[in-house]
């Protein structure tokens, strides 16, 4: 990452992030925030590295994630979205976009510095929940010769609920409000208990900052919904990534009315399920992996499962990422 660019991020030594300006949208200025982890006195250089990307109401935090793959000689960034945590301004509608093809923009941007100019020519896309319906769509379009893998942590590739959800009626009139009202909001009830399982000043581990991933979730509007419906329809069309995939997700999904043992061993989040049917959408040479224990965020899981979630990423890392058989 350039000196001169970045400043020490709020994650502190030896993280930086560098602020990246894109072109206006409806509502103004545009940034997008590239975080990387500056390697450590003693560190050999790598031509490795690994972009990760956050899902829905979160942005990067995942200092652990990204020391394991320091440990393994990859060079760590995230990416905090347009409109998410780092790249969030005042005037903006969170998290909002019409399209998920905005996100390219961000995408490309990261990417840019991330190989040219920072010479890495080997580098594994991470992305969580709908950061990796975003990703896998940016890399079956730009098809990138760096792209050596596509890591997909509980990708969000079908909208979740009753089947009655996903029927004509119903995407028909989501498509119509997201064209006509695209502002106005999804009621919904959201009962916190998801980030509640994560942070650690209330039943979690982790250290998050709640203004960017709120306990109870950003808004969601109907534009947005209607661009992520039509991410699912070309994830569901078939994508054609050359690189090999790794899905990972939880081995079952749950409901709970209570913060009970299923809100800290399953996805709350999401249908499993449904990762499951539509991950061989995704390209060529995919590797679907359920982890027994494991929430949403699988690296965000209770140490026994996110210690399973790392092996099965290793064993494909150094099967077919490191020593590629594509």
């Not at 995230?78 to 998920?100: C, F, I, T, W």
């Not at 010479?119 to 896998?136: D, E, I, P, Q």
């Amino acid at each position: 990452m350039s000196e001169e660019s970045a400043i020490v991020d709020v994650l502190g030594e030896p993280w930086f992030a560098e602020t990246i300006d894109l072109a206006p949208d409806a509502e103004g200025p545009v940034v997008t925030t590239l975080v990387g982890r500056r390697p450590a006195e003693g560190e050999a250089p790598t031509d490795r590295a690994v972009l990760h990307v956050h899902g829905f109401s979160d942005y990067f935090f995942h200092t652990e994630f990204g020391e394991w793959w320091a440990e393994r000689g990859h060079t760590m960034y995230g990416l905090d979205l347009r409109k998410y945590g780092r790249s969030m301004r005042p005037h903006q509608s969170p998290a909002y976009v019409a399209d998920l093809e905005e996100y390219f923009a961000d995408l490309d941007a990261a990417w840019e510095r991330i190989t040219r100019r920072d010479g890495h020519r080997h580098v594994v896309l991470s992305g969580h929940s709908t950061g990796g319906l975003v990703v896998a769509l940016w890399a079956d379009a730009r098809r990138p010769p760096e792209l050596a893998g596509l890591l997909l942590n509980s990708p969000w590739l079908d909208l979740q609920g009753p089947p009655m959800l996903r029927s004509a009626p119903v995407g028909f009139a989501l498509e119509q409000l997201g064209r006509r009202r695209p502002m106005a909001q999804l009621g919904r009830e959201v009962k916190g208990f998801y980030g509640r399982s994560l942070h650690r000043d209330h039943d979690g581990e982790w250290d998050f900052d709640v203004r960017w991933k709120p306990l109870d979730s950003l808004p969601i509007r109907f534009g947005w919904i209607r661009a992520v419906r039509q991410g699912h329809a070309r994830v569901q069309a078939g994508l054609r990534v050359e690189a090999p995939v790794l899905v990972l997700s939880s081995d079952r999904s749950s409901y709970p009315k209570e913060l009970d043992e299923r809100v800290f061993s399953t996805d709350i989040v999401l249908d499993v399920r449904q990762i499951r049917r539509w991950s061989t959408a995704i390209g060529r040479h995919v590797t679907y992996i359920a982890v027994p224990g494991a929430v949403h965020d699988v690296v965000l899981s209770r140490r026994p499962a996110r210690a399973r979630a790392y092996e099965a990423i290793e064993q494909w890392l150094t099967g077919f990422v490191l020593e590629p058989t594509h």
